[in-house]
Structure formats: C-alpha cells, structure tokens
C-alpha cells in the first residue's frame, strides 16, 4: 500500500509526466523526496530523461507497473483531470 505523499506524488508524475521533482515539489508545496524514493523502489515510476536545463534534472514518468497496479491497459486509460474535478465539484455541492 502507499502511504497519503506517494499517492499525491504518484498522480502528479501521472498527470503531468515527465515532471522534476523540483516541479513535484512545487505542487506539492513540500519536498517528495522520500516519496519519490518510494514509488522508484516499487518500480511504479521510473527515471524517463533529463530536463535540458542546467543542472540536467532527472524527469520521471510512470512505468509499466504503475498501469499494472491500477488495471490499466494505457496510459491514456486514466481518467481524464477535468472530468474528475467537475465530478468531484458535483459531490461536494
């Protein structure tokens, strides 16, 4: 199982891949470090890249294993951010 900042961290890298962790964190408005660690550790994410800046910051995407855990055939599978806020909008009022 994965703990509240891994799953926070994890849709971010899905919805947003590839990302930095300098990004990650931004969203986030704390450090994803150990998060980060974590969901690598798992094989969930992976290291995809690096962004062609200075300091060449590693970008991470989601793997194989992340579909596999959440019964997806695709990437493009997962639903789509706005049709999730709206619901999520509707269940609140």
């Not at 798992?42 to 970008?59: F, H, Q, S, T, W």
């Amino acid at each position: 199982s994965l703990s509240q900042a891994a799953l926070e961290t994890l849709s971010i890298i899905a919805y947003k891949q590839p990302i930095t962790r300098v990004a990650i964190d931004e969203i986030r408005g704390v450090k994803s470090d150990r998060a980060i660690y974590t969901l690598l550790e798992k094989n969930i994410i992976k290291e995809c890249g690096r962004l062609d800046v200075p300091g060449k910051p590693i970008l991470y995407g989601t793997t194989e294993e992340f579909l596999k855990f959440f019964g997806l055939d695709s990437i493009e599978a997962i639903p789509n951010l706005e049709d999730l806020l709206k619901e999520f909008s509707k269940e609140e009022n």
